[in-house]
């Protein structure tokens, strides 16, 4: 995949490729995620991979601590940014990946009315 980076500024940015995304190193019930969710979307592999992992980190951080060193640990949250041209799906799997989760959100918005 190829990347043509648009003359926004001085700096010289050439246009680069990057290596298919390693879906086989993800764990094995993410990647059947982002493999089942490979053909039911046209969408880059490491597109649907971070959204995966996205709401992989949403559902558990608040049942799990990583201790970074001794009195330093905090939720095992992960951040992402997707950059990615519009028409590129980066919605449609957003939509497959957070639809519990907004489910969930909807559902504590309606018991505190």
Do not use: C, W
């Not at 995620?33 to 991979?49: F, H, N």
Request: aromatic content about 8%.
């Amino acid at each position: 995949m190829t990347y043509e980076i648009q003359q926004h500024s001085n700096y010289d940015i050439q246009p680069f490729s990057l290596p298919p995304f390693p879906v086989d190193a993800l764990p094995p019930t993410i990647r059947a995620a982002v493999e089942e969710a490979m053909l039911a979307v046209e969408a880059p592999a490491a597109l649907i991979a971070s959204s995966a992992l996205a709401a992989a980190s949403l559902a558990t951080q608040t049942e799990f601590n990583v201790q970074r060193d001794v009195g330093l640990d905090g939720p095992i949250s992960l951040y992402f940014i997707t950059i990615a041209e519009s028409g590129e799906r980066k919605s449609a799997v957003d939509r497959l990946f957070f639809k519990a989760a907004r489910e969930f959100e909807n559902a504590q918005e309606l018991e505190e009315e």
